[in-house]
């Protein structure tokens, strides 16, 4: 097994899970905060796929996607924080 | 795969339709968002799918040579994207003021113009 | 060499981003997800890239994968911060087993100021009553 | 002759804008206008006795080939003379008749209008042209109807006579249209020689139903007859001029016209001798029940328009020109009464014949035209009126079938006429004059004169009957025979049938002038049988054509937005689903598909999974915050799918709608549970059967093999020629730079309206 | 730059919307710049005009690239004579706009995107790339939402939302439709997807497409079943941006039916077969529509619907005869629907109110005024020989020689509606007396306006009315131009020569 | 003048790392570029900066500190997500602070929040007390000082 | 939001971005990147900026109206496209290229300045928008 295979079967496949598994935690809640803290660990997880793709598919350039991705999500967290404290209340 | 993102571009499409026919004006703006990214990911499955090539010319040569991504519908749809940010934003703004002129979201609420007057 | 170094990187980095998602899994409250979900995935998305940049072994991708670094080490725990005092502010509760609560009533809930400890004793009892500004 | 027509139209130009000169006393000046072409066109006469047909070409649209030809010959030539005639008269009565009234300046405007378009309806050869006109004067009618616009009547009424002559108008340009194709030319001259073709054409029934519908609603035929009575609103100069003596024969100058044309088949004249039978009956009898002296001239028209229908059905020499001396007569005499009638109007107040009496005592001059357009009327000798009933009755007893029916609704409709004639021109002026009238003065002359002299013109031609036949019948006859044969009119045929039936006439009517008095009973009795009348059809049918108006347009017009959604989609779906499964067949290659990896499914399923939730799930927050997932999803699969640019893209936008999004939802009102759950499934089903459609549209597609000329161009080129070797970006920059252009456009213009909702607030002033 | 002259339409819009927006809050300059600017863009497109009926069909390759691989700017006579007409369009509505719309809606920039409205109407005539149409769509409607929403009154607000949703939605039909297109031949040019869809082997995809076509510009052009949004919305911005709408924006997707069908999917027959029926069906219930209304403004837009039927129906006969007439009643109607919004506007300022129950009186105050006002009105009904009676010809002829007795029958009816209810709108309007009614007192009503005011309200209507005069009165040369702009679109082979330079 | 010369300096040499082009052209331009920037920002922000290369040894032996704390804590972490029973004791503490300045508090609080089992949640409004909340907390005071004398005093000898 | 971390973090995140945006721009003609998401990145740095410390900072620091970076970058990218036919008689949006390509940059072209326009035109917009709503919130 090389490295491309590794992260191919083994190293993906686990970020893909754990992918999923935050997407439960997003579905089940409760709070809005749990959703914007999922919401916010996908992205994380998705820099971590971009990482290990761009490994994969030998594009170096795929890092810059990542940083763009780890802007942004922290705006998106930001803004929800900004929003909840506004209207200070659970919805 | 190309099934799977037809489905996917289905289940888009559905989504948006039937969120633009609820009433509340909320619902209408995530439907046109999720109709505009069903939209988009039809271009992208209909020019035709490929993994890993992006179309970009590598630093050491002059021509994109063997297989590669088609490059037109991604840039339809960076332009498509853009404008439907426009259009989105547009949207969400004229939510805004049409609650804030007419007291509700519920667009079952806004027929007074269709009345002959 | 450099590839076991690699599988090493990516593989921990792997585990903690798994780690990361179960922990905002089972963790029994918001704040606890919070602050697992924060260093678990930002260490394990950070061993990730690493294991890029030994990959490719360039220093452009080394300064990148340290842009990136930098930035989600920062921006991580200020968004933490940012949302787990959210959260608080909009009342969500600790867990039932949690111990101390030194925050509470400290928030005055319409100027959003939050008391220092000097005054702890005095707010403790009058939890509920509206500040005088 | 172009000037000629002109001169009317420019004559109402020149009114609008310098019409207050003309008030008063000048007005009468304005009848030097007719005056002046009743002179110029009677120049012709003899030139056109002798056989001449004149022709002038202008060209207008020749594309089309619509140009301003006109021809006079015997048939317009009597148009012309007739309406440039009682035009003068017309002109001259209207200056005393509506002396003070405010718009006198527009009256004259409208009826000069009028004038010209008639004018050039009859003059014009070139059928293109000839709608143009027969258009205009459907236009200056509906003015001068509703002249006395401030009463809802008189709106009323015009509107209901444009609306027959609209539709009539549009027939005539269907017809035109057709005819025209099929001759190749819109000149009637030309039309002539197609004759043939034209009926054998299989277009030929289609065109004498456009060209009767045009004639009968023009020349109110029943059942299209009913806006006339409607249109006796308008004041009597417009009533004497446009509703009797001239644009409702424009139906019958059509036909006429069109006579030698399209009178090839069995089929003409039995419309017509039908249709002109029904008329002149049905209007006839209706004149019995009429107390208002306009109703009982209205009533009298559309049975001399049905006379005159009747006479072309007929289509003989001798019908014809019975027909065209009977448009003399009708003029002359129709004309004199309605000017008497406007005169007794004016000066009493009153049209209702019950009261009205003894009339001669105060205005004797009227009271002798009146006597006189009785006669005339009458068919009472030596009228020019006994000379057209002869030529009636010759032409029915010579016809080839059912001659004595034929001959006795001539009969009938005749005998009801000369008891129209005499109510409305003998008795007002008989016995004893009421009190209340005896005050009233004899008016200007400027109203009586004219009466007066077309009279005494009926007379007079009745005396020397060889100067219609000269000027007028043999013309006309010449116009429309295949085969001209000679004939002579004569005051005197000699003991005959006909004089017999001329007699029986003349008896029966005075009979019947004597027996029945005109009495409002009557009127309510008849009124009993107007639920069945065609006007009360047509005004119900329009009204139910408004209520069904009404509810097609609400049904689809209900002001809720996902009930129009809801169509559109349904009517896609429709569309899309036939032409689906009118062929389907998928037959995708598998082989060439991309293979299916764990985190590719993976985030489809997170892609899945976020749109449910977003269109699932009751909080508007998780809706928006699962609409990020669905964007990083999508910009993960951008990326595993070889587009960069795009994954940024995408995620970037995504975010940035997300957070515009949250700082505007906190305004709003939470989600109300709005919609019955009728409703969702009922939109749950046209959202899935349009989401499958898609599905397999998109898989159709796949299956097909895509050129990709263009691809391979930019990936050649990319760098080449561009100097770029991110070929999205080249194309974004380069390739396709314009459409980036105005992608940044339409951004600003976002922008622009962003701030303007938000920051512009009208102030109550402002507010339009 | 002779070589680009046919887009210099486009450039000087551009130009002057970024100039607009630099003076963002100097609105009298903004004023005055903006009927400049139109001005120019009126000599600009009749020079285009004139230069293109001169010289033929004229190409432009945005970026030296040629076709299919750049985008193509294509002037052909049809593409001219829209450029002509939005250009005489544009600056009567500008004019009209100094004075009536209100300063602080025009402190907004309301000049600069009714420039970008342009800009896109201009674009979308003269764009030769299907992708490139979608752009210069879009850049129009989201124009058209500023406008229509710009002051965010109640029932603006109400109007746009609906505008908006439905618009969006025909946007993304015509994405799709581009995204199935494009699937199959791998172009955007549309000269170039005319010669390369003659190739595709599944007809039935093609008929698809064109389904989606046809409901994505369905819906801008307020084709039965897709014209709710149209009633819903015209009648609530200020009448200048009606009038430009009514003018304009529908007819952009008529625009885009005619283009996409000659161009590409001439002649199929299940298409033509549904193009008609639709065009019947919207003919019928425009005008079922028009009778119902009070409001003069919503009788206008209803009979924008009944008349865009006149045209779909002209196409869908599809021969140079039809073509002509809907080409000649597209060059009659973009003027006269104009016009019209902004007489509703000047009745508006005259009466302070639309409904005709309301109105009254205005012949016998304002004699030469209503006059003016009749020719339009008339022009409306196809009055011979003014403006809409010169295309009912051709229309007629060919559906007769086609025996289309139905399509026949709608012309006969929607004319017949035209004429009664404008007749009726006459008789409520300007011949009923003014009933009594309490009237806003502080309005400004056009008897106050000072005389350079009152003229600035007026020459717009009266300029527009005499290119209808004229429209109807040189019939010939305009009947000229649409039956060699006929000819150019059915054979469609000297556009794809012109294009691809074959 | 000298803290912006620096921060140009910094922003060139990021500019450099990112586009990873070491030639002369590109550190004028990245200069040039930075130096545009600042000068956009001027007047956002005017702390005076010292002593750059005494710190640095501090700054390392820091980010080991930091490191090791990351790992240990990430451990503990682990251990607690993957058994099924869970063994802490939570809450939130009231910590005092030294820090002062925005920068230091920042850090500190950052870096608090990176360390597994403690979470950074808000800093008092008088900057006088800093909550945290913390996944083990055995005793309150102990807890206190264990930040007081690891990451905060730490922190403070690098940057004061 | 009065949080002080968040604040001072924004501080120093601000130039590190709009560099990183400006890279993101000027890349694109060879790598991923350009001018539209050079733009995004620039305005999130705003906006991040404005959220925390305030609009009417955010606004003293940008010094410009954003509404002026609109028109400005229309014109930039107008500009680009009408040169080459003013300059050279070629027809609208050909691109112009310089001789000699620069380092990082590579080729120097009319396409970079419409890119620029581009990027100006995105910040403009955007933080139109972002900042009207946020007034208006
Ligand atoms: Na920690
Ligand atoms: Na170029």
């Not at chain 4, 002038?56 to 015997?74: A, K, R």
């Not at chain 4, 036909?255 to 419309?271: C, Q």
């Not at chain 5, 210099?8 to 809050?25: A, C, K, T």
């Not at chain 6, 990176?114 to 409004?125: C, E, I, K, M, R």
Request: proline share 3%.
């Amino acid at each position: 097994m090389n490295v491309h295979d590794f992260l191919y079967y083994i190293i993906l496949p686990i970020l893909s899970i754990s992918s999923l598994l935050v997407f439960v935690r997003f579905f089940k809640g409760p709070s809005i905060v749990d959703r914007v803290v999922a919401l916010d660990l996908l992205i994380t997880i998705g820099i971590g796929i971009i990482a290990i793709y761009s490994v994969i598919s030998d594009k170096p350039t795929f890092l810059d996607i990542s940083l763009v991705l780890a802007l942004i999500a922290f705006l998106g967290t930001v803004a929800f924080a900004y929003y909840l404290e506004k209207r200070n209340k659970n919805d | 795969m190309e099934i799977l993102l037809a489905i996917i571009t289905g289940v888009l499409y559905a989504s948006g339709i039937y969120m633009i026919m609820r009433r509340s004006m909320v619902k209408l703006i995530l439907g046109i968002i999720l109709l505009g990214n069903g939209v988009n990911l039809l271009i992208f499955v209909l020019g035709r799918i490929t993994k890993g090539k992006p179309p970009i010319i590598d630093s050491a040569e002059k021509v994109l040579e063997g297989v590669y991504a088609d490059p037109i519908p991604q840039a339809l749809i960076l332009t498509a994207i853009v404008i439907s940010f426009g259009l989105q934003a547009f949207a969400i703004i004229l939510m805004k003021r049409t609650f804030k002129v007419l007291k509700t979201d519920d667009l079952d609420q806004l027929n007074t113009t269709d009345e002959d007057s | 060499m450099i590839d076991i170094l690699i599988c090493i990187t990516s593989g921990l980095g792997a585990l903690f981003v798994l780690l990361a998602a179960v922990g905002t899994l089972r963790m029994p409250d918001q704040y606890l997800r919070i602050s697992v979900n924060t260093k678990a995935a930002t260490l394990g998305v950070g061993l990730l890239l690493v294991s890029a940049a030994l990959f490719f072994l360039e220093i452009s991708v080394f300064t990148r994968v340290i842009t990136v670094i930098i930035f989600i080490l920062i921006t991580a725990p200020v968004g933490a911060h940012l949302i787990g005092r959210t959260s608080y502010f909009i009342g969500n509760e600790l867990w039932g087993n949690s111990v101390i609560d030194d925050l509470k009533g400290k928030y005055n809930k319409s100027t959003h100021e939050l008391k220092g400890e000097d005054k702890e004793n005095e707010s403790e009892n009058e939890k509920d009553s509206i500040p005088k500004t | 002759m172009l000037e000629a027509v002109l001169l009317g139209f420019l004559f109402s130009l020149f009114l609008v804008f310098s019409g207050s000169y003309l008030r008063g006393r000048l007005a009468v000046l304005s009848s030097l206008i007719p005056l002046s072409l009743f002179i110029y066109f009677s120049t012709f006469i003899s030139e056109i006795a002798d056989g001449k047909v004149i022709y002038e070409i202008h060209e207008w649209v020749p594309s089309f080939g619509v140009n301003l030809s006109f021809t006079l010959d015997g048939l317009s030539l009597l148009f012309a003379l007739m309406i440039t005639g009682v035009g003068t008269m017309v002109f001259v009565y209207s200056s005393a008749y509506l002396k003070d009234h405010k718009y006198l300046d527009r009256f004259y405007g409208y009826l000069s209008l009028f004038m010209a378009a008639m004018l050039g309806l009859v003059l014009s050869d070139n059928l293109m042209s000839m709608f143009i006109f027969w258009e205009l004067t459907s236009i200056s009618s509906f003015y001068l109807i509703g002249f006395n616009n401030d009463k809802e009547d008189s709106r009323k009424s015009a509107l209901i006579a444009l609306g027959v002559t609209g539709i009539g108008g549009l027939m005539l340009l269907g017809g035109a249209i057709l005819l025209g194709d099929v001759a190749g030319t819109y000149r009637i001259s030309e039309m002539l020689s197609s004759r043939e073709a034209i009926a054998d054409s299989s277009h030929y029934v289609l065109i004498l139903i456009f060209i009767f519908s045009a004639a009968f609603t023009k020349s109110a035929q029943f059942p299209f007859h009913f806006w006339l009575p409607e249109a006796m609103k308008a004041p009597t100069p417009v009533s004497t001029y446009l509703h009797s003596a001239t644009m409702v024969k424009a139906g019958v100058y059509l036909l006429f016209r069109m006579t030698p044309v399209l009178n090839g088949a069995e089929i003409w004249h039995t419309v017509l001798i039908v249709v002109g039978g029904i008329t002149m009956i049905y209007s006839a009898i209706h004149i019995i029940f009429r107390t208002d002296l306009k109703g009982i001239l209205a009533y009298s028209t559309i049975a001399a328009l049905g006379i005159l229908v009747f006479l072309i059905g007929i289509g003989t020499q001798a019908a014809l020109v019975a027909a065209a001396v009977f448009i003399v007569v009708h003029a002359l005499y129709k004309a004199s009464l309605f000017l008497i009638t406007g005169i007794i109007d004016h000066e009493t107040g009153t049209r209702d014949v019950t009261q009205l009496a003894g009339l001669r005592k105060v205005m004797l001059p009227v009271a002798i035209a009146g006597f006189i357009a009785a006669l005339i009327s009458g068919g009472v000798p030596p009228t020019l009126g006994f000379v057209g009933k002869d030529l009636i009755y010759e032409s029915t007893l010579h016809f080839k079938d059912n001659a004595i029916l034929l001959t006795i609704i001539a009969l009938s409709t005749n005998v009801l006429l000369f008891y129209a004639g005499f109510v409305a021109g003998i008795k007002p002026f008989m016995g004893k004059l009421p009190k209340k009238f005896e005050k009233i003065r004899l008016p200007s002359p400027l109203m009586w004169v004219p009466p007066l002299i077309m009279t005494s013109a009926g007379l007079v031609f009745g005396l020397f009957p060889g100067l219609i036949e000269t000027a007028v019948a043999k013309p006309i006859a010449m116009t429309q025979a295949l085969q001209f044969e000679d004939f002579h009119l004569k005051l005197w045929h000699g003991f005959n049938p006909i004089l017999a039936l001329s007699a029986t006439t003349l008896i029966l009517g005075t009979v019947l002038y004597f027996v029945l008095k005109p009495k409002h009973s009557l009127e309510v009795t008849i009124a009993k049988l107007d639920p069945i009348a065609p006007k009360t059809l047509l005004i119900n049918l329009s009204e139910g054509f408004a209520v069904f108006s009404k509810f097609w347009t609400n049904f689809f017009q209900t002001g809720y937005l996902r009930h129009y959604l809801f169509i559109v989609v349904s009517f896609l779906i429709l569309l899309l689903g036939y032409l689906i499964f009118s062929d389907f067949s998928l037959s995708i290659d598998t082989s060439s598909l991309t293979e299916l990896t764990i985190y590719e499914i993976s985030i489809l399923i997170m892609l899945l999974l976020g749109v449910l939730y977003t269109v699932f799930t009751k909080s508007r927050l998780a809706a928006v915050a699962s609409l990020g997932v669905v964007g990083l999803s999508f910009s993960l699969l951008f990326l595993f799918y070889s587009a960069p640019d795009l994954a940024m893209t995408q995620f970037s936008v995504d975010t940035l709608t997300v957070i515009l999004f949250v700082l505007v939802l906190y305004k709003l009102p939470k989600y109300l549970n709005l919609s019955d759950i009728r409703l969702r499934i009922k939109h749950g089903i046209i959202s899935i059967s349009f989401g499958v459609l898609i599905t397999i549209l998109i898989l159709k597609v796949l299956s097909e093999p895509k050129n990709t000329e263009v691809t391979e161009f930019y990936a050649e080129n990319a760098y080449k020629l561009a100097h770029g070797k991110n070929i999205v970006n080249v194309i974004l920059v380069d390739f396709r730079g314009t459409d980036t252009m105005i992608e940044i456009s339409v951004l600003i213009v976002a922008a622009l309206g962003v701030f303007g909702l938000l920051k512009l607030k009208l102030k109550t002033k402002d507010k339009k | 730059m002779t070589n680009d002259i046919i887009i210099l339409p486009l450039v000087v819009h551009l130009f002057f919307s970024i100039v607009l927006m630099f003076f963002w809050n100097k609105v009298d300059f903004q004023k005055i710049f903006s009927v400049v600017a139109n001005f120019i863009a009126l000599l600009v497109a009749i020079w285009v005009f004139v230069f293109v009926y001169n010289n033929g069909t004229q190409v432009v390759q945005s970026g030296n690239w040629e076709a299919p691989f750049g985008i193509v700017f294509v002037g052909d006579m049809l593409a001219a004579t829209l450029v002509l007409l939005t250009a005489i369009a544009g600056f009567a509505v500008s004019i009209f706009s100094t004075i009536s719309v209100i300063r602080a809606r025009l402190r907004f920039g309301y000049f600069s995107v009714f420039h970008f409205l342009l800009l896109g109407l201009n674009g979308a005539f003269l764009t030769g790339d299907i992708f490139n149409l979608y752009v210069w769509f879009e850049i129009i409607i989201i124009s058209s939402f500023v406008l229509i929403s710009i002051g965010g009154e109640k029932n603006q607000l109400e109007g746009a939302v609906k505008y908006f949703a439905l618009n969006f939605f025909a946007s993304m039909i015509f994405l799709t439709a581009l995204g199935v297109l494009y699937g199959l031949v791998g172009t955007l040019n549309m000269a170039d997807i005319s010669l390369k869809i003659a190739e595709v082997q599944n007809r039935n995809l093609v008929e698809i497409s064109a389904v989606l076509f046809l409901v994505g510009f369905g819906i801008k052009s307020a084709i039965f079943p897709l014209y709710f949004w149209l009633p819903a919305s015209y009648h609530t911005p200020p009448s200048a941006v009606s009038a430009i709408f009514a003018g304009l924006l529908t007819k952009v997707g008529v625009y885009a039916l005619i283009r996409v069908f000659t161009l590409i999917y001439g002649g199929d027959g299940f298409l033509n077969t549904l193009l008609l029926t639709l065009a019947i069906m919207t003919i019928f219930s425009g005008g079922v529509g028009a009778i119902v209304q009070n409001n003069i403004k919503k009788v206008f837009m209803y009979f924008i619907i009944c008349h865009i039927g006149f045209m779909i129906g002209g196409l869908a006969l599809f021969t140079e005869v039809a073509m002509a007439g809907v080409i000649f009643y597209l060059i009659h109607d973009i003027i006269i629907k104009t016009n019209l919004f902004l007489i509703s506007g000047l009745i508006y300022r005259i009466k302070a109110t639309n409904n005709m129950k309301k109105l009254g009186g205005l012949y016998a105050n304002y004699p030469k005024l209503s006059l003016l006002m009749a020719i339009p009105l008339f022009s409306l009904i196809g009055i011979p020989p003014l403006s809409g009676y010169w295309p009912k010809i051709s229309l007629i002829l060919a559906s007769l020689n086609a025996e289309q007795y139905w399509f026949f029958g709608a012309l006969i009816f929607g004319s017949l509606i035209t004429l009664i209810v404008i007749a009726k709108l006459w008789s409520e309007v300007f011949w009923k007396d003014q009933p009594k009614l309490s009237l806003p007192k502080k309005f400004i009503y056009f008897d106050q306006l000072r005389l350079g005011q009152k003229f600035t309200f007026i020459f717009p209507v009266a300029f527009l009315t005499f290119v209808t005069l004229y429209i109807g009165f040189g019939a010939e040369h305009i009947q000229q131009l649409s039956q060699r702009i006929a000819s150019e679109l059915i054979n469609n082979e000297l556009y794809i020569d012109a294009v691809l330079k074959r | 003048m000298k803290s912006k010369f620096l921060s140009n300096i910094l922003l060139t040499l990021i500019w450099v790392f990112l586009t990873g082009g070491y030639e002369f052209n590109n550190f004028l331009f990245g200069f040039i570029l930075s130096f545009i920037i600042l000068w956009i920002l001027s007047g956002a922000d005017d702390k005076n900066s010292k002593k750059y290369f005494k710190i640095i040894p501090r700054i390392i032996s820091f980010i080991f500190f930091f490191l090791w704390e990351l790992t240990k804590a990430n451990i503990q972490v682990a251990y607690e997500v993957s058994t099924p029973k869970f063994n802490m004791k939570p809450g939130i503490v009231a910590v005092p602070l030294d820090a002062k300045t925005d920068l230091e508090i920042t850090l500190l609080a950052n870096l608090i929040t990176l360390t597994p089992g403690t979470l950074a949640l808000d800093v008092s409004t008088d900057r006088s007390v800093l909550y945290i909340h913390a996944m083990y907390v055995e005793d309150k005071q102990v807890f206190i000082a264990d930040i007081k004398t690891g990451f905060e005093k730490r922190l403070l000898e690098i940057l004061r | 939001m009065r949080t002080l971390i968040l604040k001072s973090a924004s501080s120093y995140l601000l130039p590190v971005l709009l560099i990183f945006s400006v890279f993101i721009l000027l890349r694109g003609h060879y790598l991923p990147g350009g001018g539209f998401v050079g733009g995004l990145v620039a305005a999130i740095a705003f906006v991040l900026h404005a959220f925390s410390h305030g609009l009417d900072k955010t606004r003293t620091i940008l010094k410009l109206h954003p509404g002026f970076l609109m028109p400005l970058g229309l014109l930039v990218a107008f500009l680009s496209g009408i040169a080459p036919m003013v300059f050279s008689d070629l027809p609208f949006m050909t691109g112009l290229w310089a001789e000699n390509p620069i380092p990082v940059i590579g080729a120097i072209g009319s396409a970079l300045f419409f890119d620029l326009g581009v990027y100006l035109v995105v910040i403009g917009a955007s933080l139109t928008i972002i900042f009207t709503i946020s007034e208006s919130a």
